[in-house]
């Protein structure tokens, strides 16, 4: 399974969505890096992402989105190949 990566923010009901549909697909460890806690960690997320919104979620090398764009990927089925290559 590849690693998980979310950037995420205290109290942010999209970011708790998004970590119970990754666990609920058999996801047991995320790597969550708290922007609300460190400018430098919400420098790095807008680098890698080109956004500013949280959450933003990688998987392995690829950058999903947010919450939006990962429900979307698990509602067309292309979720589980991200995970599983």
Known sequence: MQT???YTG????YCTMAK????SLGVAEIN????????EAFAEMQQLSG???IPQIFIGDTHVGGF???YGLH???RLDSLLNP
């Open 32 to 39: 969550e890096i708290r922007v609300d806690r460190s400018p």
């Open 4 to 6: 998980v990566t979310m």
């Open 20 to 23: 119970k549909l990754l666990h």
């Open 51 to 53: 956004q500013r919104s």
């Open 68 to 70: 939006t764009d990962l």
């Open 75 to 77: 509602r067309e089925g």
């Open 10 to 13: 205290a109290f942010c009901p």
